[in-house]
């Protein structure tokens, strides 16, 4: 590579004069900055793409359900602060036929409610059941203690859909009783569902929920 020539300049200042391989060099370097560069950008927006992709790809796996039955509003209510506060959908596990105050009278022994609670092989039909229950690997499943235990509707539930897989956390409203005897009573009917212990949520605090999800 030849020299560059120096010269004088005006005001007695130097001027460096190159020759045209030198101006080829700087060019073909500025190619290859460019190149590089462009080079990591592209890298940098594939990795970036893939990490959305994978977290996407894990909040997809890992969708939470909150399914209750309430027959007076008061699972319900829970049901839904539930879901707020652990990210997940909502479901109302729906009878075919509506309780009415009557049917929910439990002083009387021939009310629908007393019937169906006697009899272990009751299975009240349910509607509105859910096209996607595949979706969910967490299931969040709700209700009211009648007779110290879960309904019989809930029976239904659990019949209804392939729990393969699952991870299904108990939680119920009592106006007195507690829930040990119906996560007892579900897991020895249903011992291929991983069941795992419940909890009771009275008006449970917002506090009480977080708590009782960062449990699991």
């Not at 036929?97 to 022994?109: E, F, Q, R």
């Not at 169906?116 to 299975?123: G, I, L």
């Not at 690997?137 to 209700?143: A, D, E, L, P, S």
Request: glycine residues 4%.
């Amino acid at each position: 590579m030849e020299r560059p020539s120096i010269l004088n300049g005006k005001n007695g200042n130097l001027c460096i004069l190159l020759d045209n391989n030198d101006k080829k060099d700087k060019v073909k370097m500025k190619k290859i900055v460019l190149f590089i560069t462009a080079f990591i950008a592209v890298a940098l927006s594939a990795c970036s793409q893939s990490n959305n992709n994978k977290q996407n790809s894990n909040q997809m796996e890992n969708k939470t359900l909150v399914a209750y039955f309430s027959a007076s509003g008061v699972t319900k209510k829970v049901a839904q602060e539930l879901a707020g506060v652990a990210n997940a959908d909502l479901h109302e596990i729906k009878p075919e036929k509506i309780y009415t105050s009557a049917d929910l009278d439990w002083h009387d022994k021939n009310s629908r409610s007393s019937v169906e609670m006697a009899d272990k092989n009751s299975r009240p039909a349910i509607t509105d059941k859910l096209a996607n229950m595949s979706d969910y690997q967490t299931i969040y499943v709700g209700f009211p203690i009648w007779w110290y235990t879960a309904p019989t509707i809930i029976n239904t539930f659990f019949e209804s859909y392939d729990f393969k897989g699952k991870t299904v956390y108990l939680f119920a409203t009592s106006g007195g009783s507690t829930i040990d005897k119906a996560v007892r009573d579900l897991k020895a009917a249903y011992p291929d569902i991983n069941i795992k212990n419940g909890r009771l949520l009275n008006s449970a605090s917002k506090q009480e929920l977080q708590n009782f999800v960062k449990e699991q």
